[in-house]
């Protein structure tokens, strides 16, 4: 095991720098899309269900799949796998999201419009703050689930630790495949963590009071 | 010489260190309609889960119907009380007619049996069986539903009835109607046994043959209504006697 | 492409039902085995904490490993073919069955278990005629996840010899012959939409009567 990182740990360190960069790259168009889905159609209960139903059937898909019917639109490569990623992510970021600010008192935004806020400041100062936790509970499922999937796109030749993986099972050797699972492992822990710390900057106190 | 149907000898309940029955004696004849009155946390659920096996005593004797609880066989036993709760529980996946069978169809009766039972049962809580057997508990109002679980808990035609504050989720006057009604229900069906548990004092008053009135997993007073109005044996009950007193004056004023 | 692909099921069509036989079989037995291990053991921890949680970071654990890992793991061990695959699937589809059954009997109401036993039932037949079907939509939602996640893993066990609709796929890609590619990967996105249909038009009848009672 650690010979075999000593001989190949420049190449190792890149897969892990293409796979985090190929699912943060995703995570982050599926975000910026979610905000602006949900800003978009907040207020229209039924395209957003649709919208959601329609991410829900391309999560079905099975993602080696998914990767293949790209390739004849976009190619072999990496933002093939991106787009992918960005699509699983999508449904489950966008599903929290909504929950999320569904879930909040009605009685709440009563109060909000009460005291004269508009409905894009409502939005923003009363829902979205009380909405954070479901979201990002949502982020840390997707950043795992998007990790695992990332490694099926060295298929389409997009890089990453699915190729220590691929290697392992080429060559019949049980290392490469220690070595791929135990790196994207960590590479999920290590974001997990991030998440939580970004989660525990932005969600201020008042969370913690109200959970007491 | 009238029978005894529940008799409690020295019993005590602990949650941990937490004593919520302390040395309960008491006994209820056959026939009787017995209410227990107390506020959450007296105790009262407790013993009347204690009266078929829900919950065990930590020390102490239970005999209910000549056995003695610790001793004989509980699904046997429960099968002959009825037992109906605040919160209906009638089972949402069974039809109004499923729900009553269930206690039937575990004791294997025929089916035209259970259908006679059904249909009976149903007349007697003032409900058309055409009408109702075949919908689900989701279709009903709630004074309905109560009306249901009433006549589960009588399927088997057990001597005893248990009723853990049946209608304190209904409304005001469907709840004195399903007072006068158990009443009356209670006087037509000869030496059954009710066990009726309710934290208000009107409905323990109006009802009970006899009142046992708790406090702190302990007995304050356990007599017939007009004497416990009469004669108040401690504190606590006086002061209880005194809340109705102090409505019946407001009322008063109002006139 | 289009034509390509009319012509390879004038060929090729016995073909591909065998690797469509290979998929669902493959997909079926695991989802059988996996039922019949997590079904009981989602009970148990429903009724049992230390169960419970002891299952709670098994699948927390498994979600962070790759399914692809986990495929190719048994290989240097067991070698290639249906068996590893088989386990591998099984494994996979644990934890969502496991979760969902512990939180589908966990729903169900206490009241309803005090009252199945005061009406006089056994622990089995309060299993059998109330918890369990009160739980059923749970577990319906339960195996819905660990069958669109079985299926999806299936396709990836063309590499380790298992066959399934996964090898068109990848022959596909390396003969870089697209028709393949799109014949594999349309049926299998089909074959997994068409499960989940399945499963949500069943956990919806299995709701039917548990709407506003509680």
Redesign the interface.
């Known amino acids: 095991m650690i010979e075999y990182w000593q001989e190949n740990s420049t190449q190792m360190m890149q897969l892990m720098i293409e796979h985090a960069r190929m699912v943060l790259t995703a995570l982050l168009i599926a975000l910026v899309v979610a905000v602006l889905l949900v800003i978009f159609f907040i207020r229209k209960d039924n395209w957003m269900n649709s919208l959601v139903y329609f991410f829900s059937?391309l999560y079905?898909?099975?993602?080696?799949?998914?990767f293949?019917?790209l390739?004849?639109i976009t190619g072999l490569g990496e933002w093939t796998a991106i787009i992918v990623l960005a699509f699983y992510s999508e449904y489950v970021i966008l599903r929290n999201f909504i929950t999320g600010i569904r879930e909040v008192d009605p009685a709440y935004i009563e109060v909000a419009k009460g005291v004269g806020m508009t409905q894009t400041q409502t939005l923003l100062k009363v829902q979205l703050p009380q909405a954070l936790p479901a979201i990002f509970s949502g982020l840390q499922i997707t950043l795992?689930?998007a990790?695992?999937?990332a490694?099926?796109a060295s298929?389409?030749s997009a890089g990453g630790l699915?190729d220590l993986?691929f290697e392992?099972?080429q060559t019949?050797?049980?290392v490469p495949?220690?070595w791929?699972?135990i790196l994207?492992?960590c590479l999920?822990?290590v974001g997990i963590i991030i998440i939580k710390l970004i989660e525990n900057i932005m969600i201020s106190d008042w969370y913690d009071v109200q959970k007491g | 010489m009238t029978k005894t149907i529940i008799n409690f000898s020295n019993v005590s309940k602990k949650y941990g260190k937490n004593e919520i029955i302390s040395d309960l004696n008491f006994t209820v004849n056959e026939g009787e309609f017995v209410t227990v009155l107390g506020s959450s946390g007296s105790g009262k659920t407790t013993t009347l889960k204690m009266i078929n096996g829900l919950e065990k005593p930590t020390s102490g004797k239970i005999i209910v119907d000549t056995h003695e609880l610790d001793k004989c066989d509980l699904v046997e036993l429960r099968r002959h009380i009825g037992y109906v709760v605040q919160s209906v529980g009638l089972f949402p996946h069974m039809t109004i007619a499923d729900n009553i069978a269930v206690t039937p169809k575990l004791l294997g009766w025929d089916k035209e049996k259970i259908d006679r039972t059904v249909d009976q049962l149903l007349d007697l809580v003032s409900l058309k069986s055409e009408e109702y057997k075949n919908r689900y508990p989701g279709q009903l109002s709630g004074g309905q539903q109560q009306r249901v679980g009433l006549a589960r808990a009588l399927s088997t035609n057990p001597p005893l009835l248990i009723l853990d504050e049946p209608f304190s989720a209904l409304d005001a006057i469907i709840r004195q109607n399903l007072q006068q009604e158990i009443k009356a229900l209670h006087q037509k069906l000869e030496n059954k046994t009710f066990f009726f548990v309710t934290h208000d004092i009107n409905e323990a008053l109006y009802l009970g043959d006899r009142v046992m009135i708790m406090n702190h997993g302990k007995i304050e007073q356990f007599d017939k209504p007009e004497k416990i109005v009469a004669n108040p044996a401690t504190d606590y009950v006086k002061k209880l006697i005194a809340t109705v007193r102090q409505n019946k004056k407001l009322w008063e004023e109002f006139k | 492409m289009l034509s390509e692909i009319i012509k390879y099921f004038q060929t090729s069509s016995g073909e591909y039902f065998t690797y469509l036989e290979q998929h669902l079989w493959l997909s079926f037995s695991a989802l059988i085995i996996s039922m019949i291990i997590a079904l009981p053991i989602g009970y148990l921890g429903s009724r049992n904490k230390f169960v419970a949680a002891f299952c709670q970071t098994f699948s927390q654990l498994l979600r962070i490993i790759p399914s692809l890992a986990l495929l190719f793991i048994l290989i240097p061990f067991i070698g290639t073919g249906f068996i590893p695959a088989l386990i591998s699937l099984v494994v996979l589809a644990l934890p969502p069955l496991i979760v969902n059954t512990i939180l589908g009997f966990n729903e169900v109401p206490q009241t309803f278990s005090e009252v199945g036993l005061s009406l006089g039932m056994n622990q089995f037949q309060l299993l059998k005629q109330i918890s369990f079907p009160l739980a059923l939509p749970y577990i319906l939602n339960g195996i819905k996840l660990a069958l669109v996640e079985i299926i999806a893993s299936a396709t990836l066990a063309t590499y380790i010899g298992a066959g399934g609709l996964g090898t068109l796929i990848f022959t596909g890609l390396g003969l870089y012959k697209m028709q393949y590619v799109v014949i594999g990967a349309v049926s299998v996105a089909l074959l997994s939409l068409i499960s989940m249909w399945l499963m949500d038009f069943l956990i919806r009848k299995a709701e039917k009567h548990d709407k506003n009672n509680y």
């Open positions: 059937l079905s898909v099975p993602s080696y799949a998914f293949a019917l390739i004849p795992a689930s990790m695992a999937i490694t099926i298929t389409i699915g993986l392992g099972l019949g050797q049980v495949i220690l791929g699972t994207t492992i999920t822990l």
